[in-house]
């Protein structure tokens, strides 16, 4: 079963704990035979779920949205973005240099193009910019990909 992850950054503490929680609880009813987990690995939701996803035994490959990704990423999380890099099984490039809205969109694209099923960390709610987590739901659907939305009842964004 190959799963893919998208979602919402810079969720609030008590919101994190429900989302780490759905998450786990999602990668678990999957078993661990033959699980492999697609991630860009950005802070939030993309490494709570790679880290589920190597756990419990499976394996973790990567989509980089362009060359320049990690530089912009938060300093902060470099470590874990390496970390979980070196631990892929395989990486995807999308071959654009410039990491910004499009690279992101082109990453989640081929993300999902690569995967059975989708979790999306997910209010319901637009996108608060193009590649946004609402974008990459609707790419899903279009194309025929099963979306599972974890959201915590009740829960916002800000």
């Known amino acids: 079963m190959r799963i893919g992850i998208t979602g919402h950054r810079g969720l609030s503490g008590e919101v994190e704990r429900k989302v ?6 999602a990668v678990t009813s999957y078993g661990n035979t033959g699980l492999v987990g697609v991630s860009c690995i950005a802070d939030g939701p993309d490494v709570w779920f790679a880290r589920a996803v190597l756990d419990h035994g499976g394996q ?7 060359r320049q990704y990690r530089a912009g990423l938060l300093v ?19 071959g654009l240099d410039v990491s910004g809205p499009h690279a992101y969109m082109a990453g989640s694209e081929l993300l999902v193009d690569k995967v059975d099923t989708l979790l999306a960390v997910w209010d319901g ?3 608060r910019g193009y590649g946004g987590t609402a974008d990459v739901v609707t790419y899903a659907r279009r194309h025929d990909v ?5 959201w915590p009842e009740g829960a916002t964004r800000d």
Do not use: S
């Open 60 to 66: 973790l490959e990567v989509v980089v949205p362009a």
């Open 125 to 127: 709610r637009p996108a």
């Open 20 to 25: 780490r929680a759905l998450i786990e609880e």
């Open 76 to 94: 902060w999380h470099h470590p874990d973005y390496d970390d979980l890099l070196h631990r892929a099984t395989q990486v995807h490039h999308t």
């Open 146 to 150: 099963p979306v599972t939305v974890l």
